[in-house]
């Protein structure tokens, strides 16, 4: 990352007024040089991994000859032309005047404002385009996939899950297709939540047409991130290429309705080895429509019901997130407490701790602390050790 700071943000780099402010003077100079790379046919996030890691920066890349190019591992005498090609393209000029048009930005992996949970995955793109808005607390994220054709049953079972699970401070993602990934997204929008859509297109082709107005939507209230070019259009292979992402932005990830050979599964089997939790919902046991999900359950993922068995499958954050509404998260099942509650699950700490100690922080009753640690205990929030000491549980 540049010492210039967040050089990725289209929104920062604007003038106050669009006159002018696609002028590509105005681009950094490290951006158009990633822009470059990224738009070479044929190289993916492995790929720009390797030469980044070989060369140090994107202009280091663009300047090697074919020579040194195919020292690279996966880098053949093709990909080193079309590589040294590439610095002669206006392909990454054009970009930029589109993510200024359009007010589009940037994110670039191991940044501030790139997603967290994707991040740590290995194939995660190294650059993002984005419409709307990642914020910190959407690393408490879920993904909702399943059928495009799908049923009644899954279409109000995805937006009931999408609901309840955004009502309780969780960000929905999907990948705004027809069916399951449509409804997900709705649920969380009618009751004010934050949902990410991640787009198999460009920012610029909207995919289905008929989510138009649900794509403009989901902007307002949380971001539609793609790993493509601005005005990429509909194809085969890029549907399940963009699944990883869903799966990588999530801490698990919900099938609600998939038959055998649904693109839903290549989702679940992406959190799999990215090491996300994997849920499914039942359907009836003769439905072809829910045959994908019975087999995941078969294999061991994990049945959920509602949203509290997600709360519960989620478990423990790797790290403490910070909540608008509720301070820091250390669990997803934190996000259903009280505020009585919490308050009080906030004077426990991660090592032993007194009794006297908590309840004098605490500041209210003695007996409304001792009943309250009794129901965090049962929610499985805090660990009760002899010597009257308490502790948070699952540390």
């Known amino acids: 990352m540049s010492e210039t700071g967040d050089l990725f943000a289209a ?20 951006l158009l040089a990633h822009l470059r790379l990224s738009l070479v046919p044929g190289i993916g996030p492995r790929h720009l991994t390797s030469l980044l890691d070989y060369f140090g920066d994107p202009d280091a890349v663009l300047a090697a000859s074919i020579a040194d190019l195919e020292h690279v591992s996966g880098i053949g005498p093709k990909l080193a032309m079309q590589i040294q090609a590439a610095k002669h393209s206006n392909a990454a000029e054009h970009e ?22 994707l991040d740590q995955v290995d194939d995660a793109p190294r650059l993002l385009r984005c419409r709307g808005e990642v914020l910190k607390q959407d690393d408490m994220a879920v993904a909702i996939v399943g059928a495009r054709r799908c049923t009644v049953y899954g279409q109000q079972q995805a937006e009931r899950l999408g609901r309840a699970l955004a009502m309780a401070g969780l960000t929905i993602v999907s ?13 969380a929008l009618s009751v004010g939540g934050r949902t990410i859509a991640v787009s198999a297109t460009g920012l610029l082709e909207v995919y289905p047409p008929e989510h138009k107005d649900l794509t403009a939507q989901i902007a307002e209230s949380g971001a539609i991130l793609s790993e493509n070019r601005f005005e990429q259009k509909p194809s085969a292979g890029l549907f399940p290429q963009r699944n990883r992402i869903i799966s990588g932005l999530s801490l698990g990830v919900i099938i609600v309705e998939a038959n055998r050979k ?10 799999n080895e990215q090491g996300r939790e994997v849920m499914a919902l039942p359907g009836r046991v003769d439905s072809l429509a829910s045959e994908g999900c019975h087999n995941l359950i078969r294999d061991g993922a994990t049945l959920i019901r509602d949203a509290d068995d997600v709360l ?30 919490r308050a009080v699950l906030n004077c426990v700490h991660t090592d032993p701790r007194p009794i006297d100690e908590v309840i004098r922080e605490a500041g209210i009753e003695p007996s409304r602390v001792l009943a309250t640690l009794t129901v965090l205990e049962m929610k499985r929030l805090v660990r009760r050790l002899p010597g009257g000491m308490y502790m948070r549980a699952g540390y």
């Open 11 to 30: 929104d920062e780099m604007l003038p106050g007024d669009a006159t002018g402010s696609s002028d590509v003077r105005n681009a950094p100079n490290e």
């Open 96 to 117: 930029w005047r589109l993510a200024c048009e359009h007010r589009f930005r940037f994110l670039e992996r191991g940044s501030a404002d790139f997603p967290t949970n």
């Open 175 to 187: 990948g705004l297709a027809r069916g399951i990934d449509g409804a997900a997204h709705r649920g």
């Open 262 to 271: 649904s693109g839903a599964l290549h989702t679940a089997r992406h959190a």
């Open 312 to 341: 519960q499958a989620l478990g423990p954050l790797i790290e403490p997130v910070k909540s608008e509404d509720k301070g820091e998260v250390r669990s997803t099942r934190e996000l259903t407490l009280n505020d009585q509650e």
